[in-house]
């Protein structure tokens, strides 16, 4: 059991490191392009639309870091 806690610990904390580290991952939707892949009728990938949920960037903020933001400016409100 406490070999449970210590290796939920450390996935935690690996997390809060790469969430501190690299902030954005790749957007899972385009896998980082910004745009949908598509093939033409020769079966070649061609560029398709840009992807909404990243905005077409490719990136996407984690959620940890988006909660590390959340609450950092809750820190902040609460401090001020
Ligand atoms: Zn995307």
């Known amino acids: 059991?406490?070999?449970?806690i210590a290796c939920l610990l450390i996935v935690t904390l690996c997390y809060a490191a790469l969430c501190a580290g690299s902030p954005f991952g790749r957007c899972r939707k385009?896998?980082?392009f910004g745009f949908a892949?598509?093939?033409?009728?020769?079966?070649?990938p061609r560029r398709g639309k840009d992807c909404r949920r990243c905005k077409a960037t490719g990136y996407r903020i984690r959620i940890?870091?988006?909660?590390?933001?959340?609450?950092a400016a809750l820190h902040r409100d609460g401090t001020n």
């Open 64 to 71: 940890g870091r988006h909660l590390y933001n959340l609450a």
């Open 30 to 32: 385009c896998h980082g």
């Open 37 to 44: 892949t598509t093939t033409d009728r020769k079966g070649r």
């Open 1 to 4: 059991m406490l070999a449970a």
